[in-house]
């Protein structure tokens, strides 16, 4: 059981390149969602998906796309690169986000992201 | 907006002594999380409360949450070194699917 799985670890990437980081959950969870962590900001929500086929915005959306195809998987699309986007970005889960279900997040390892 | 404020900041601490980290918010919530994060590494969940009143326990740390009062601690007692962490809360909004919202973290430091 891998838990949440997050690719790549690190990346570098120049202003304007777009890339995709990937994550994968093993647990059956409905509810998967993209954080960043930057300095002294604590974690932002980005973007967040309650079941295959739905995604919604969180609170620092711009410059990212979502998207859910199947249960496992959530990938986070960085369309354009800019140096504000040079952060740790982690990946979480949880099996539901309502009912009876505490809501409590698994994270992954988390991805460090460098724009030139 | 749910503002979620922790203080301290920043924590610098000898071991065998007791101190208090606390997480206040700004709007109505009944779950509130409390997260652990060794440097470079993901964040572990430590207590999960759901309701007011709500008190958890786990070796040296003890968290509490006051849904009136709008507060969570988390309280260590007896410090040791292996408890040097940054301790993020987290509070849920409306009915969850909207994701939680962080404090900045409590840079915890625990000297010998």
């Known amino acids: 059981n891998a838990g949440v799985t997050q690719t790549p670890k690190f990346q570098v990437l120049k202003t304007g390149q777009s890339m995709t980081l990937q994550c994968a959950q093993d647990?059956?969870?409905?509810?998967m969602s993209w954080y960043r962590q930057d300095p002294g900001m604590g974690l932002r929500l980005i973007h967040y998906?309650?079941?295959?086929?739905?995604?919604d915005q969180g609170e620092v959306p711009n410059g990212y796309n979502v998207s859910r195809s199947t249960t496992e998987d959530f990938p986070l699309r960085l369309l354009s690169a800019a140096p504000s986007q040079t952060s740790v970005y982690f990946c979480a889960s949880s099996l539901s986000a309502w009912g009876l279900n505490t809501g409590e997040l698994f994270f992954g390892e988390g991805s460090r992201l460098t724009v030139l | 907006e749910l503002k979620v404020e922790q203080n301290p900041l920043f924590l610098s601490m000898q071991e065998g002594k007791n101190y208090t980290i606390y997480c206040n918010y700004s709007?109505?919530?009944?779950?509130l999380y409390w997260y652990r994060q060794d440097p470079g590494k993901s964040l572990e969940s430590l207590f999960v409360l759901l309701s007011n009143g709500a008190v958890k326990q786990e070796g040296r740390l003890m968290a509490s949450l006051d849904t009136k009062a709008r507060l969570s601690t988390l309280h260590i007692t007896a410090a040791v070194h292996d408890l040097s962490a940054t301790y993020f809360c987290a509070v849920e909004k409306g009915g969850g699917a909207d994701g939680l919202t962080f404090g900045k973290g409590t840079h915890l430091i625990i000297q010998p």
């Open positions: 647990m059956n969870h409905e509810y």
């Open positions: 998906s309650v079941g295959a086929g739905i995604t």
């Open positions: 709007t109505t919530s009944d779950r």
